[in-house]
Nanobody
Framework: QVHLVESGGRLVQAGGSLRLSCAAS????????VGWFRQAPGKEREFVAA?????????????YYADSVKDQFTIFRDNAENIVYLQMNSLKPEDTAVYYC????????????????WGQGTQITVSS
């Protein structure tokens, strides 16, 4: 089992920045991908970003982004604390959503994968 806890969501004005955190604990050696999805009101959940690695959790990783957030969001990892961050800049009202951290042993595209573990979600509201 892997336990994920997100934090960092809040109300922010358009153009502002936020950093979300996803703290992973448990059997993290069973996973190779940590990602972020979001779900806006009335919309389906969508892929935002992920990082994927081979071998040890603390090894080199590859990042993936949805086209809608490329050059705006950055996903990265703090190996010492087993935390994955999502840095979000130049936020827009359309970024308003509940953001979920997810993890799993992924084969293929992280954007299309089925994930085994999900956090409880954190709300981001971007005001215009």
């Amino acid at each position: 089992q892997v336990h994920l806890v997100e934090s960092g969501g809040r109300l922010v004005q358009a153009g502002g920045s936020l950093r979300l955190s996803c703290a992973a604990s448990g059997n993290i050696f069973s996973i190779n991908t940590v990602g972020w999805f979001r779900q806006a009101p009335g919309k389906e959940r969508e892929f935002v970003a992920a990082l994927n690695w081979r071998g040890d959790f603390r090894g080199a990783y590859t990042t993936y982004y949805a086209d809608s957030v490329k050059d705006q969001f950055t996903i990265f990892r703090d190996n010492a604390e087993n935390i994955v961050y999502l840095q979000m800049n130049s936020l827009k009202p359309e970024d308003t959503a509940v953001y979920y951290c997810t993890a799993g042993a992924v084969q293929g595209s992280p954007a299309q994968a089925r994930y085994d573990y999900w956090g409880q979600g954190t709300q981001i509201t971007v005001s215009s």
